[in-house]
């Protein structure tokens, strides 16, 4: 019994052909999930870079709006007289475009107030934290409180593929009248 278990033992008689099949298999199945991965992590930087792209055009549409407020030839156009006269209910959207007349995003204006009301804005941009539209000058802005006022407006933009919002307030001085 001895002899039969050592000549099984000592028998190498394909051997190789499994040892080269498990090591075919290992290497296929190393490469399946290296090519997985390789694919996996572009997907991942193609979606970061367009989620980058699009924040910088609603950022650059955000920048037009305040930048270009009262400008003839920018469609962000809204501390108009007709928007000022409309007083705590003006609001303005205008979509933001490129050079070539490509369509950014979208740039909505509207006061800051107290109170709720329906604009014809969309519901991001109606969204806004309650405060007074106007006020007095910050402190130790070099305005002085009895003949100026502040007046406050949010600017939302919206990239136009809509997954990316940017927002901010801003405030403008006024003489008093």
């Not at 997907?43 to 305040?66: C, K, L, P, Q, T």
Request: proline letters at 3%; one cysteine or more; a negative charge.
């Amino acid at each position: 019994m001895i002899k039969a278990l050592k000549k099984t033992i000592e028998n190498e008689h394909g051997f190789v052909l499994g040892t080269a099949i498990l090591i075919s298999a290992i290497l296929i199945l190393a490469g399946t999930f290296a090519i997985w991965t390789a694919n996996t992590e572009m997907h991942m930087v193609r979606n970061e870079s367009e989620m980058i792209r699009e924040f910088y055009n609603a950022e650059a549409g955000v920048v037009d709006a305040i930048e270009n407020y009262n400008n003839d030839t920018v469609s962000t156009r809204w501390l108009t007289n007709t928007f000022l006269l409309n007083g705590e209910d003006a609001n303005n959207a205008a979509t933001y475009t490129d050079g070539n007349g490509n369509s950014l995003a979208l740039v909505e204006v509207r006061c800051i107030r107290n109170s709720d009301y329906d604009s014809p804005l969309t519901d991001a941009a109606d969204n806004l934290p309650m405060q007074p539209h106007t006020s007095s000058p910050p402190v130790g802005s070099g305005y002085s409180l009895k003949y100026f006022e502040v007046r406050r407006y949010a600017i939302t933009a919206t990239s136009t593929d809509g997954n990316t919002q940017v927002q901010v307030g801003v405030w403008k001085i006024f003489n008093k009248y």
